[in-house]
């Protein structure tokens, strides 16, 4: 695939600014050239703006070369960031299937890029005739969410691949749940599809979300634009730094994993009790998406006890529905506790 024919001609043309710890990169016993304050505090310099420490950490863990990572001031910053390499505001387009994450939309509707939406299945699975059809010259991007937000569920593989052998654009695959299930990941595939961009983020099974990290894996043709494009520091020291010593600590991330699996059934046994609960529906993700009788009624009723989850009946799909995060033993109970009264 001519990749090159999807960037936009002025992000192809444009030369990025070069910082001063992007011109010099080895070692020196004296900095004058960057204009920092010279007296240390710890955080005096700037940071290396390639994150290459903690791209190499992230490789290993992820079995990616590093040359294929991309990180961000959360999976956001990589969304904005395809919008801007990829699509000519008012004229290109991207696709999302809802009940989708919004911020494919909002990131769009900054950028004056038209959104086309094919809803989801019944099942919450990509309607592949339904997408093949909607897709038009102009459609550039094609947001999966996998497992899906709100719904919680992995989208099928095979559909998939389906989608990434036939759609000539960039397929975005968001995996911020898949720590939830990751035998799933997408990541195996890079190789095969230079198409193809995966994000990934810290903020969910990590428990990393107020440090905002997210990570797109992509060809290196792919990431080279990403880093052409972003901000020089986007990445701050005070974050490189605590990631990479969180990240030291996986076996402490994997046994949080199965113990929020395991509250996960305990929840999905509990509700499937209930009468106010008519569906219970599959997840792969650390959340629970539930169709209520009266989903307002209980919404508030849990928002009067101090207890917050999300009303998603407005969502495509969703009429109905809280979606619901698993959380500790006790918190969980005391959920469960008030939905019973």
Not at 154 to 162: F, G, I, K, T
Request: with cysteine; charged share 25%; proline share 5%.
């Amino acid at each position: 695939m001519n990749l090159e024919s999807l960037i936009r001609p002025n992000i192809i043309r444009l030369k990025p600014y070069a910082s001063a710890r992007h011109e010099f990169t080895g070692t020196g016993d004296v900095f004058l050239d960057a204009n920092e304050n010279p007296y240390e505090s710890g955080v005096n310099r700037y940071p290396d703006p390639l994150q290459q420490a903690l791209k190499q950490r992230i490789s290993t863990l992820k079995k990616i070369p590093t040359e294929c990572i991309f990180l961000g001031n959360g999976s956001d910053e990589a969304i904005d960031l395809i919008l801007r390499i990829f699509c000519t505001p008012g004229e290109d387009q991207i696709m999302v299937l809802p009940p989708t994450y919004g911020m494919y939309q909002v990131s769009a509707d900054i950028a004056d890029v038209d959104v086309i939406k094919v809803r989801l299945d019944n099942d919450f699975q990509p309607d592949i005739q339904a997408i093949k059809s909607a897709i038009t010259p102009n459609t550039k991007v094609l947001f999966l969410c996998s497992p899906n937000n709100p719904t919680g569920n992995r989208l099928d593989q095979s559909l998939v691949l389906e989608l990434l052998d036939y759609f000539k654009g960039i397929v975005v695959v968001d995996e911020a749940y898949i720590d939830f299930c990751a035998d799933h990941t997408l990541l195996p595939f890079l190789k095969n599809y230079d198409h193809l961009i995966i994000m990934q983020t810290l903020s969910k099974a990590w428990g990393m979300a107020a440090v905002r990290l997210g990570m797109a894996f992509a060809s290196p043709q792919l990431i080279g634009y990403f880093n052409k494009v972003k901000a020089p520091y986007n990445i701050n020291i005070l974050t490189q730094r605590f990631v990479l010593d969180r990240l030291s600590r996986e076996e402490e991330m994997k046994q949080q994993v199965k113990q929020l699996q395991e509250e996960k059934l305990k929840l999905i046994d509990a509700f499937k009790t209930m009468k106010e609960v008519v569906q219970v529906y599959p997840s792969d993700s650390n959340f629970l998406l539930i169709k209520c009788l009266h989903a307002d009624e209980v919404y508030s009723g849990l928002i009067q006890q101090g207890i917050v989850v999300r009303n998603r009946s407005k969502e495509p799909g969703c009429e109905g529905c809280l979606r619901i995060t698993v959380g500790t033993a006790e918190e969980n109970s005391i959920l469960l506790d008030h939905m019973k009264s």
